[in-house]
């Protein structure tokens, strides 16, 4: 029982980032809705942010600033480029889907709906 608890808390990022990841492939895959399929994407944006974050996560380690209270600098420091790069991510990530929305907006004003198999010029 300690094992699987261990293992769990272990791989519970992992698997959660992964499944995110999933779940925005399979709504960007099946759904003819663009507002669904941005939801899908924004999914698996956080999916990836999510994985990042875990794959840089050291056990007990501490943040790589050195002051006078921490006075061992031999100890386990937590890699701050993947916090970096998730922050950008995150940023990124809201433009791309503020610029999706909008135009998901103009395409809507223009055909009156959202189904990507009505619109003109994106089927396949």
Known sequence: ?????SFLE???FFGGSILLI????YGVITK???IKILIGLSLMDTGVNVLLVS???VENGN???LTSIIKNNSGAFVDPIPQALVLTAIVIGVAILALGL????????KYGTLDISKIRGLKW
């Open 32 to 34: 003819r809705n663009l």
């Open 10 to 12: 272990e791989w519970s």
């Open 22 to 25: 999933l779940i925005g492939l």
């Open 1 to 5: 029982m300690i094992s699987l608890i």
């Open 102 to 109: 909008a135009v998901t907006i103009k395409i809507y004003e």
């Open 63 to 65: 943040a790589p600033i």
């Open 55 to 57: 794959l840089g996560y």
